[in-house]
């Protein structure tokens, strides 16, 4: 039942299936990053810590720098790319914008990542719920306060 | 190098016997790569699909928990919420959401981590390993199975499919805290679990605490019931419990802390753990996890 150490399988990323040839010790977000080429995603600490790499496998946050891309196969992957609708900012991205949560805009993907997840799983979340969802991603610019915010208001509407 | 994603158990089991490492989330395997701390296994197989094993079955006995049942469950299913208290309140206190998604119980017991924080928990709890290989089936308690750090007693070609805790008694509680310096992505200073059963009259039946991260292992404190056995839940008897898991514990200083802050600081975990254990055993609702609704650790 072994296969060799190149290994050709289908990534579906937003819903559309990418067929990849890969190392099976590559880490998803290189493979989305670059067998894919969908740059949303970042790679900032590459450690499990920062949360930049953030993606939904099933619908649940996951830190792609440390999940292989042979264990994603026959999951549905969402990367920020597939939040937009069309050509329509997501409202939480539109929200991030307005409330000033971007400035250098490294974390946000990941930011987005995981505030989508928790609203689609509690659409109505308290600050301190907003904070324990947002958790595992790391933000050195906003202090946060903002990025708590817009989530907020998203959740409001 | 081979990787192969196993849909049996059974061909799980017989790629472990032909020298192949079991990955469920990859949560310490992957990031111990990443980390260039160990490379990954030259030969891999995946477990995540094995969905029989990521079920949690409740019997007379009491219950057992499926090896790949994430932390993310643990903390929210009822019957853990409500009867094994303490292991739920170390599985919220686990990384970030992302962390407790992919995180498994099995992976976290096997990697054998002293600062693992559902070690104590499932300790005081009376939990053992249900280990499987391609030729036998044997359960192992956790004082026999964690060796080291890092290390077990498990045969490579073992897996850990399940924890089987034994079922509740009456009047009983269970609670964990940690020491921690920031909320999330956090691995524990110290910290203690506790279990407790209570008489009629409220004073203590049974006691069991866990220590963590202060000894090669989680460490159960020894002599409790011979010391508090029979006394009330007073400042006294807390002060007791405290003194002895202080006592016991065999830290070291590295980069977190120092040894003598270690051996004062678990000391006052396990008092805290005692006392909210004891409290839930009385039939109070502590929210979990202790550590937020105690406001211990690290502040917002």
Sequence with gaps: MSVPLKLSIDLNVNGVDYPVTIDSGRNLVSVIRTEIGLTGTKEGCDDCECGACMVLLDGQPVNSCSYLAVQAQGRAITTVEGVMNGAEMHPLQRNLLDAGGVQCGFCTPGMIMSATALLSRNPTPTDEEIRIGLSGNLCRCTGYVKIVEAVARTAAG | ?300
């Design chain 2, 1 to 300: 190098m081979s990787f192969a994603i196993a849909t049996t158990l059974d061909e799980a089991l017989a790629a472990l016997a032909a020298g192949a490492r079991p990955i469920a989330g990859g949560s310490d395997l992957v990031v111990a790569a990443r980390h260039g701390k160990s490379p990954l296994p030259e030969s891999i197989v995946a477990i995540h699909a094995l969905s029989e094993l990521a079920e949690i079955t409740s019997s007379a006995d009491g219950l057992r928990i499926g090896a790949l049942v994430t932390h993310a469950t643990l903390m929210e299913h009822p019957l853990i919420a409500s009867a094994y208290s303490g292991l739920a309140d170390a599985s919220a206190l686990v990384g970030s959401p992302s962390t407790r998604n992919v995180g498994t119980l099995g992976g976290n017991v096997m990697n054998a981590s002293p600062a693992m924080d559902t070690g104590a928990p499932l300790a005081v709890l009376g939990a053992s390993a249900e280990l499987r290989s391609s030729t036998g089936r044997r359960t192992v308690s956790l004082a026999d199975l964690w060796v080291g750090p890092g290390r077990t007693s498990a045969a490579a070609d073992e897996l850990c499919v399940a924890l089987l805790l034994p079922a509740r008694p009456a009047n009983s509680g269970s609670a964990y805290v940690r020491l921690e310096y920031r909320r999330a992505m956090e691995i524990a200073v110290v910290g203690a679990g506790a279990s407790v059963v209570l008489d009629a009259d409220g004073a203590i039946q049974s006691v069991a605490v866990a220590l963590t991260a202060v000894a090669p292992t989680i460490m159960t404190v020894d002599g409790l019931d011979g010391l508090v056995g029979g006394r009330a839940i007073d400042d006294e008897t807390l002060g007791a419990v405290a003194e002895a898991a202080a006592a016991q514990a065999t830290p070291i200083s590295d980069v977190r802390a120092s040894d003598k802050y270690r051996r004062h600081c678990v000391g006052v975990m396990a008092r805290r753990a005692l006392e909210a254990a004891a409290r839930r055993a009385a039939g109070e609702t502590i929210s979990i996890p202790v550590n937020r609704a105690y406001g211990i650790g690290a502040a917002r």
